[in-house]
């Protein structure tokens, strides 16, 4: 008797993974929730990257169980660094990337701080350079200047915008930051 009763529960137990394993699985690549989980921790894992600095801009998509990476970095090593740590996470099968290595140049470098110091030096502005991971990212190439990230307001986006437009030697500023805050009406 207990011999039948030890092959039922092995037989029982050897059913209950395979089980939850073909319940979990229903075509991952169209859950939402699996995207959104997925999301996050590819946020993370960019996130995490030391070298990253206000210079590099690195932003994704996720599509299933493709992630697409883009942006605009200093070297070439924050792009394989960004690559792999988002190769071996659970769930993704492909890393397209797509991010653009900018070319060495001493004018953009002098831009570069110029820009961060006109910007993160403005009264309204300075709160955003303290911050651990500050959320206004500035990308020089060939003397044009994109503003990346996030702000609280239209003033402070208007007024980084202002900032790095007074800046000399910059040929044009593209602002791509975000407002946070809705304006009320």
């Known amino acids: 008797m207990k ?6 529960l092995a037989a029982v137990l050897a059913a ?8 979990d699985s229903p075509n991952q690549a169209s859950n939402p929730k699996f995207e959104q989980r997925l999301a996050g921790q590819v946020r993370h894992e960019l996130a995490m990257i030391p070298q990253v600095t206000i210079f590099d801009n690195l932003a994704y998509s996720v599509d299933g169980t493709t992630v ?3 942006g605009q970095v200093r070297n070439g090593v924050i792009k394989d660094l960004a690559e792999n740590s988002v190769k ?13 290595i900018l ?15 006109a910007v993160f030096n ?16 500035i990308i020089v190439k060939n003397g044009h200047v994109d503003l990346e990230g996030v702000v609280r307001t239209q003033a402070d986006k208007d007024a980084a915008f202002i900032k790095a437009n007074g800046v000399p030697g910059v ?3 593209q602002n791509n930051l975000q407002v946070e805050l809705a304006k009320k009406r």
Do not use: C, W
Not at 88 to 100: A, F, M, R, S
Not at 103 to 117: E, G, K, M, T, Y
Not at 124 to 135: D, K, T
């Open 88 to 100: 071996h996470l659970e769930g993704v099968e492909h890393v397209n990337d797509q991010i653009e």
């Open 171 to 173: 040929f044009s500023v």
């Open 122 to 137: 403005a009264p309204s502005l300075f709160n955003y350079a303290i911050q651990p991971v500050p959320p206004i990212r």
């Open 3 to 8: 011999k039948v009763l030890y092959m039922f």
């Open 68 to 70: 697409t990476l883009y």
């Open 103 to 117: 070319p060495a140049s001493f004018n953009d470098d002098h831009i570069l701080r110029q820009v961060a110091r």
């Open 16 to 23: 209950v993974p395979t089980g939850l394993a073909f319940a």
